[in-house]
């Protein structure tokens, strides 16, 4: 369970982090945006490193599927653009890889 909570807290300082530097550069939102945004940013890459794993890219690859889901959660509640059927399904595949990545037994090498 801890390890969720910290992807989840890792997608949603990413998240905020990138939108700091949608917001500046697309949006034209003043360049102090990116403080607040430099910020979650680096809590996003701290949150990760607080996952159990013995493989960084495990966890990155992992991550991504969250990351996913909660993007559309994003787009959801921020953009007010409502997930199609496609969305949801994508995304529950992406959970699903992820849980198997992060959860699948590992066995020692010989």
Request: with cysteine; net charge neutral.
């Amino acid at each position: 369970m801890a390890t969720v909570v910290k992807f989840l807290g890792a997608a949603a300082a990413e998240i905020l982090g990138c939108f700091a530097f949608w917001a500046w550069l697309r949006l034209d939102k003043s360049a102090w945006w990116l403080v607040p945004g430099v910020i979650s940013l680096m809590v996003f890459a701290y949150l990760l490193t607080q996952v159990e794993s013995a493989a960084a890219g495990r966890t990155f690859a992992a991550y991504g599927g969250v990351y996913i889901a909660a993007s559309l959660v994003w787009l959801w509640a921020a953009e007010g653009v409502r997930p199609d059927q496609w969305d949801a399904i994508g995304a529950a595949v992406c959970l699903i890889g992820a849980a198997i990545i992060i959860y699948g037994p590992r066995y020692a090498s010989s």
